[in-house]
C-alpha cells in the first residue's frame, strides 16, 4: 500500500518569497492534515480537512498560509509571503475519518518537506 | 487546558541499556494514546496504541504503561539498540472532539 506522498522534501528560499507544497494521502482517507514541525518541538496543526471542507484552521496564520484540497484528494499548502520563522519541516499526514468504521485514530505521515527560509 | 508533557527532553544511553520515557496529560475527556517514533528526517510512525481499558501493552522491545488514574504513560524501551535512536511522540486523542493533542518529544539517542 503506498503511503502519503509528498513533495519537495527540500526548500531554500529568502524571506518574502513564496513557496508551495504538495500532499496526496492514502488512497480512501478522507481526513488529512497538515503540520508545523519547528525543530524540537512536536508537531503543531495547521489545518485539517475532511473530504474537500475544512474541519479545523484555528491555528493557520491565514495572513500568509493558504491551504486547498481540491476533490477531496490531494492537497497543497502554501505560505506567501514567508517569513523566517516558518522555517520548519510541513508534514502531510491521513486518516480515516474520525470516529468512524475501523478508526483508532491513527495519522499516517509523509515523509515532510523541509523548508528553510532565509 | 489541555496539555501533553513529556520528560525527559532528551536521553542518551548506550547500546544494549533500557530506558523509559514518561508522558503526562491533561487531557479530558480522554479516549485514547498513541506513542509515535519519529527517526530523524521522515514522519511520525504509530509504535503503539493505549485505550482507557488497557495498563500494559508490548509491541517488540517496547512496552507501554497507561496509567489513567493518574493520567500517565510510560514507554519502555529493552535492550536499546541504534537504531532506537529517534523522538518518541506521545499523542492523547480528545474524546468528542476528535482532537489530537501532540506532546513535545523526547529525543532519544542511543550510543554504541
Known amino acids: 500500500e503506498a503511503g502519503v506522498a509528498q513533495s519537495p522534501r527540500y526548500k531554500i528560499i529568502e524571506k518574502r518569497q513564496s513557496v508551495a507544497f504538495w500532499c496526496n494521502p492514502i488512497?480512501?482517507?478522507?481526513?488529512l492534515y497538515w503540520y508545523q514541525q519547528i525543530l524540537g518541538q512536536g508537531p503543531k496543526l495547521l489545518i485539517q480537512f475532511q473530504n474537500n471542507g475544512v474541519v479545523d484552521d484555528s491555528q493557520l496564520p491565514k495572513d500568509r498560509f493558504s491551504a486547498e484540497r481540491l476533490k477531496g484528494v490531494d492537497s497543497t499548502l502554501k505560505i506567501q509571503p514567508a517569513k523566517l520563522e516558518d522555517s520548519a519541516v510541513y508534514l502531510c499526514a491521513s486518516s480515516l475519518v474520525p470516529g468512524q468504521g475501523e478508526d483508532t485514530g491513527e495519522l499516517f505521515f509523509g515523509e515532510g518537506s523541509r523548508l528553510t527560509v532565509l | 487546558k489541555n496539555q501533553v508533557e513529556q520528560s525527559p527532553q532528551s536521553l542518551i544511553i548506550l547500546e544494549g541499556k533500557n530506558c523509559t520515557l514518561q508522558?503526562?496529560?491533561?487531557?479530558?475527556?480522554?479516549?485514547?494514546l498513541r506513542w509515535y517514533k519519529q527517526d530523524t528526517g521522515r514522519g511520525p510512525v504509530s509504535l503503539t496504541i493505549m485505550t482507557f481499558s488497557e495498563n500494559t501493552k508490548s509491541n517488540g522491545r517496547y512496552t507501554a504503561t497507561l496509567d489513567a488514574d493518574t493520567k500517565q504513560s510510560s514507554l519502555h524501551i529493552t535492550a536499546s539498540q541504534l537504531s532506537d535512536s529517534a523522538s518518541y511522540i506521545c499523542?492523547?486523542?480528545?474524546?468528542?472532539?476528535?482532537?489530537?493533542?501532540f506532546g513535545a518529544g523526547t529525543r532519544l539517542a542511543v550510543h554504541p
Open positions: 488512497s480512501g482517507h478522507a481526513t
Open positions: 499523542v492523547v486523542r480528545r474524546g468528542g472532539y476528535n482532537k489530537l493533542i
Open positions: 508522558c503526562n496529560y491533561t487531557v479530558s475527556p480522554f479516549s485514547n
